[in-house]
Nanobody, 123 residues
Framework: QVQLVESGGGLVQSGGSLTLSCEASDSTYSPYEIGWFRQAPQKEREVVASITRAGRTTIADAVTGRFTISKFTISRGNAKKTLYLQMNNLEPEDTAVYYC????????????WGQGTQVTVAS
């Protein structure tokens, strides 16, 4: 199975920005949909943003206007296929472990998960 590896998490002050990256181990990987989820302590995991192979994006209401999901693509200077999540104007409520996940077809659940990266927003 193709591995997804997240990076870019860390500690940031409220109002700050972070960019998360999700690299696929296979540059030919082309899932139906790939996205970002997060799970805060003692809370259910929730979807943050996703993008389909056709480029249709979905953004959670809680982060609309602050977070942006990129295309899942090979960018100039990076030989690996990567998905980014640009997070601006971060709030303490955004503190969570952020996961990258993908599903191969529209009717399947997300079944390929990364290991997660911690994002902590200090007030």
């Amino acid at each position: 199975q193709v591995q997804l590896v997240e990076s870019g998490g860390g500690l940031v002050q409220s109002g700050g920005s972070l960019t998360l990256s999700c690299e696929a181990s296979d540059s030919t990987y082309s899932p139906y949909e790939i996205g970002w989820f997060r799970q805060a302590p003692q809370k259910e995991r929730e979807v943050v943003a996703s993008i389909t192979r056709a480029g249709r994006t979905t953004i959670a209401d809680a982060v609309t206007g602050r977070f942006t999901i990129s295309k899942f693509t090979i960018s100039r200077g990076n030989a690996k296929k990567t998905l980014y999540l640009q997070m601006n104007n971060l709030e303490p409520e955004d503190t969570a472990v952020y996961y990258c996940a993908a599903r191969g077809i529209m009717t399947s659940p997300y079944n390929n998960w990364g290991q997660g990266t911690q994002v902590t927003v200090a007030s």
